[in-house]
């Protein structure tokens, strides 16, 4: 099994700046991407932004230009630095990996989920 734990939400004014941050752990083999999902209540989640392995990075319309995603492939760990924060920024943020496991089987995991609340 593989573990994400996500870290970094909070509550953040209108304009300000916050950094998530993503683990994971147990048995993995390779993580090809890493990436951010939100959602709202009500809503489905939506995608963010994603990082591959190499460095490939793609970005929603709605968060190119303001958010910043990247990775540090020893440590297993995936950012996102929200920069010029706006509340429709406020949602849950996952934390998202596909890759394999240990075994060589497919792995795509998710974490639990952290509050982002921007004020305005």
């Known amino acids: 099994q593989v573990q994400l734990v996500e870290s970094g939400g909070g509550l953040a004014q209108a304009g300000s700046s916050l950094r998530l941050s993503c683990i994971a752990s147990?048995?993995?083999?390779?993580?090809?991407?890493m990436g951010w999902y939100r959602q709202v209540p009500g809503e489905g989640r939506e995608f963010v932004a994603t990082i591959s392995t190499g460095g490939g990075i793609n970005y929603s319309n709605s968060v190119k230009d303001r958010f910043v995603i990247s990775r540090d492939n020893a440590k297993n760990t995936v950012y996102l630095q929200m920069n010029s924060l706006k509340p429709e920024d406020t949602a849950v943020y996952f934390c998202?990996?596909?890759?394999?496991?240990?075994?060589?089987?497919?792995?795509?995991?998710w974490g639990q989920g952290t509050q982002v609340t921007v004020s305005s």
């Open positions: 998202n990996a596909v890759g394999l496991n240990s075994d060589y089987t497919g792995m795509r995991a």
């Open positions: 147990g048995n993995i083999f390779i993580i090809n991407d």
